[in-house]
């Protein structure tokens, strides 16, 4: 059983700054690519930032110069830094990690998702 666990959304005014956290946990042998995807009401989910093992990063255009992504491998945790935030930015925010488990199935997990608005 794998678990992936957000945390660090909320309200903030435009132009400010939320931090998210994501921690995977349960049967992992090893983590490999890492991510933050976003979904707004009526919209499609849509990438905002990748991050492989090895830590290179990939941004949507979107985001580019606003957010940083990062990741923390003895923790298992992606991290997602969002500054000059927009109320386009406003979103449930999903983390998602490619992980093999102990028993070396490899396949895609997601969190649970967390909600950032952004307003005045």
């Known amino acids: 059983q794998v678990q992936l666990v957000e945390s660090g959304g909320g309200l903030v005014q435009p132009g400010g700054s939320l931090r998210l956290s994501c921690a995977a946990s349960?049967?992992?042998?090893?983590?490999?690519?890492m991510g933050w995807y976003r979904q707004a009401p009526g919209k499609q989910r849509e990438l905002v930032a990748t991050i492989t093992s090895s830590s290179n990063p990939n941004y949507a255009d979107s985001v580019k110069g606003r957010f940083t992504i990062s990741r923390d491998n003895a923790k298992n945790t992606v991290y997602l830094q969002m500054n000059s935030l927009k109320p386009e930015d406003t979103a449930v925010y999903y983390c998602?990690?490619?992980?093999?488990?102990?028993?070396?199935?490899?396949?895609?997990?997601w969190g649970q998702g967390t909600q950032v608005t952004v307003s005045s």
């Open positions: 998602n990690a490619e992980i093999m488990t102990m028993t070396l199935m490899r396949s895609p997990y």
């Open positions: 349960g049967n992992i042998f090893n983590i490999y690519a």
